[in-house]
């Protein structure tokens, strides 16, 4: 029986269906020989023309000795050579930093682009999925230009269109395997412009001293410690808060009394107050005597944290209406609360009402402190929001040695671990080193905090313990 009308239309499959509709496609035409060798022709000129512009030096050399060896026969580039070898040699000697930066780097640079990044870009960026297929062609990002610092090597890149950076972020690890780089941090320059920065040793694995107390404290650019190109890690306290989260022997203590150190000149004209919570009764107890406040219990550890609420509030109300922001002065002195272990207090302790109201004094601080002149510093080893749900109120983090991957977003914000941010990965050789966001670069930067060694913690108490305070009293 003929079932015509039944069910849906029934079409042939060789027409094309309408939601397809009509297909275009390109008719195949065989290039003429003569067009490819015309182009090929024209891309050497262009290549010619071109070279002086794109390696001035290399070619100025090159012509000057032809044109020695042309007029002087084989005397000529040999007198040239030596000449050229001994104003290096004079220049080496007299000039170290400027040769460096001119000839050393240089040709380092022109030696990595060629032998390494130029040599295995294209298998490296094929088999870590970045090169791109269009219409059956493959399409690599160029490399532009590479230069070299003294720790790193800068590979600038363009994009293919339609791709973005965020797909060489995920691949960081590959990247950084792929060129035997310890690491690798993409920068975004501009519009499919991207920079790759791969460091071609730890600057950081050697540990740093105690970091020479500073004349004056600038407490919104504090020097704790060296960031891994070699510059001054600088932390803000005045106007925001810390948080430094790392495992066990991750270094928290070296980042707190590094900032306690650099604060040193301010305690010391008590525009700068140190209140200390240290419920593990280890870390902070050495350098008590420069402390304003201390507490090593749950219980007075609260009634601090209150006291600095109450002191806050008391001057927010002076304030309100005559003043917006706070400057650090005798009067109103700018108060650093430091505390060791904050989930001692939050999560640990048997107390509940203690947890409560630790809890409460700590969101009342860093949500109203930073601009009355109240900030926290706070350490802590397991960052989940079970044990410490109050993570978020503090702007800025440190993350140093962390136990699993997925804690590294929990600190340094989403995306922090596919920018390089690779916290986890820390050795455990190495204390004091962390990933820090800056607000002058978006991906995560590799810090190293100095390392404030016992002895230093006792001449520093020693020369500024009881001159910070004597107005003040220690609980
Ligand atoms: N910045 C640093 N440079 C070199 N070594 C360091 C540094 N910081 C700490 N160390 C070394 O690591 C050890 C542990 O450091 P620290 O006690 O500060 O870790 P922590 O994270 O505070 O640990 P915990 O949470 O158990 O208190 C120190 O005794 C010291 O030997």
């Not at 000057?64 to 040239?80: C, N, T």
């Not at 682009?113 to 294209?122: E, N, S, T």
């Not at 600190?411 to 004091?432: K, S």
Request: charged share 20%; glycine share 6%.
């Amino acid at each position: 029986m003929p079932q015509s009308k039944v069910g849906s239309a029934q079409t042939s499959p060789t027409l094309p269906t309408p939601a397809h509709g009509v297909r275009w496609t390109t008719p195949i035409v065989e290039t003429p020989g003569i067009v490819v060798l015309g182009s090929w022709i024209w891309r050497l000129v262009r290549f010619l023309v071109t070279l002086p512009f794109r390696f001035p030096v290399t070619v100025a050399c090159l012509s000057a000795s032809a044109g020695a060896w042309w007029w002087f026969d084989w005397p000529g580039p040999a007198s040239l050579w030596g000449l050229a070898a001994v104003v290096s040699l004079v220049w080496w000697r007299a000039w170290p930093d400027t040769y460096r930066t001119w000839v050393t780097l240089r040709l380092l640079a022109w030696w990595r682009h060629v032998f390494v990044y130029r040599r295995h870009w294209q298998p490296v960026l094929v088999i870590s999925g970045l090169a791109e297929s269009y219409q059956e062609r493959r399409y690599l990002p160029r490399i532009r230009r590479v230069t070299c610092s003294e720790w790193a090597d800068y590979v600038r890149v363009t994009l293919v269109a339609g791709t973005a950076p965020a797909d060489f972020e995920t691949r960081v690890a590959e990247l950084a395997h792929g060129f035997q780089a310890p690491s690798c941090r993409v920068v975004v320059d501009g519009p499919r412009r991207i920079t790759l920065e791969f460091p071609r040793h730890d600057t950081l694995a050697e540990p740093l001293d105690a970091l020479d107390v500073p004349d004056t404290a600038d407490l919104t650019a504090l020097p704790v410690g060296r960031c891994e190109d070699g510059s001054p890690w600088l932390l803000r306290l005045h106007g925001t808060h810390v948080l430094a989260a790392g495992v066990t022997g991750s270094g928290k203590g070296s980042v707190i009394w590094s900032a306690v150190r650099a604060m040193l000149p301010a305690i010391a004209d008590r525009t700068v107050q140190v209140w200390a919570l240290d419920p593990k009764r280890m870390e902070l107890s050495y350098g008590r005597d420069l402390f304003a406040h201390y507490a090593d219990d749950g219980e007075s550890a609260v009634a601090l944290l209150e006291l600095a609420v109450a002191d806050m509030q008391n001057r927010a109300r002076r304030y309100a209406g005559k003043q917006r922001s706070h400057v650090p002065g005798r009067k109103d002195p700018f108060v650093l609360v430091v505390i060791d272990e904050v989930a001692f207090l939050t999560a640990y302790h048997p107390d509940r009402d203690v947890r409560r109201r630790a809890e409460n004094a700590i969101a009342t601080l860093t949500s109203q402190g930073r601009s009355v002149g109240f900030s926290v510093l706070a350490a802590l080893q397991d960052p989940r929001k079970e044990v410490m749900n109050l993570r978020n109120l503090f702007p800025d983090k440190v993350a140093l040695r962390l136990d699993e991957a997925s804690q590294v977003d929990m600190i340094l914000g989403e995306g922090a671990r596919d920018r390089g941010g690779n916290a986890h990965l820390i050795h455990p050789t190495l204390p004091g080193v962390a990933y820090v966001r800056m607000e002058t670069s978006p991906a995560p930067v590799r810090v190293r905090a100095a390392y404030v060694s016992d002895d230093d913690i006792t001449a520093m108490t020693n020369a500024y313990g009881s001159a910070s305070f004597s107005g003040g009293e220690s609980s």
